[in-house]
């Protein structure tokens, strides 16, 4: 089945109500993070239904899709990436992790990222070095530097906070408040796992980090606790 015949079902799902309330919800205006952004109006259940079905597509269809206008579709092309790179094997795997990083200006919202990048390129870099992630981390381009901490969370399942506690001091300073919830998630992780961990690099930078990381942060601490956090008592 072709980019064109995906394209077509897609647009038989679209509903212009879903569409004006997903282009609110992922600020796609002047100025908002998501400018721009075009939305068809299909929900993610309904859109994972249609990866289950077109499995199949070739590569360079997903990746026409990727480069699609359209969100949901761009979405759907990640969704595919995601279940081809797991059934994958080792060539294959480093295909799509290329083919990502190779197009991450198309990786360009918030639930783009999280539902991909650990899925690829936290799972490819498991076994390999990992300093693609710190030069993402230093991008100019906001979501390359949210796909850097977002996909340590796939080294946090597996016990391995070093990458993550790194990249969120290199992420401190970040000036973007999804960089900040980014960070703020991924620590939380860590504490879900080795709450000594995630304390010990709060006990460092809980004053001077960004209060919307700390709030992310200590969510799963107790009420007293995460009082004492906020006021600087610790």
């Not at 997903?22 to 239904?49: C, H, M, N, W």
Request: aromatic letters at 10%; proline letters at 2%; charged letters at 25%.
């Amino acid at each position: 089945m072709t980019t064109k015949d995906i394209s077509n079902i897609l647009r038989d799902l679209a509903d212009p109500v879903i569409a004006e309330h997903s282009q609110r919800f992922f600020k796609t205006g002047k100025g908002e993070y998501g400018e721009g952004d075009q939305f068809l109006g299909i929900r993610v259940p309904a859109l994972r239904k249609q990866v289950k079905k077109h499995q199949a597509t070739s590569l360079p269809d997903v990746k026409k899709l990727l480069m699609s206008p359209f969100h949901e579709e761009r979405l759907f092309a990640l969704l595919l990436l995601v279940h081809k790179f797991s059934q994958g094997n080792d060539a294959e795997k480093t295909t799509i992790y290329q083919l990502y990083l190779d197009h991450t200006q198309y990786i360009n919202n918030w639930d783009l990222v999280d539902s991909s990048a650990y899925k690829i390129v936290g799972v490819y870099l498991e076994t390999r070095d990992r300093q693609i992630l710190y030069q993402l981390a230093q991008s100019c381009n906001l979501w390359e530097r949210r796909i850097a901490i977002m996909s340590t969370f796939q080294f946090i399942r597996n016990d391995q906070f070093d990458d993550t506690l790194q990249l969120s001091e290199l992420l401190l300073n970040d000036s973007e408040d999804l960089i900040h919830k980014a960070v703020g998630w991924m620590l939380r992780e860590i504490g879900k796992r080795d709450v000594a961990t995630e304390k010990a690099f709060l006990k460092t930078h809980y004053k001077t980090m960004p209060r919307t990381m700390l709030r992310y942060a200590i969510e799963k601490f107790s009420k007293q606790e995460r009082q004492q956090y906020l006021t600087g008592v610790v």
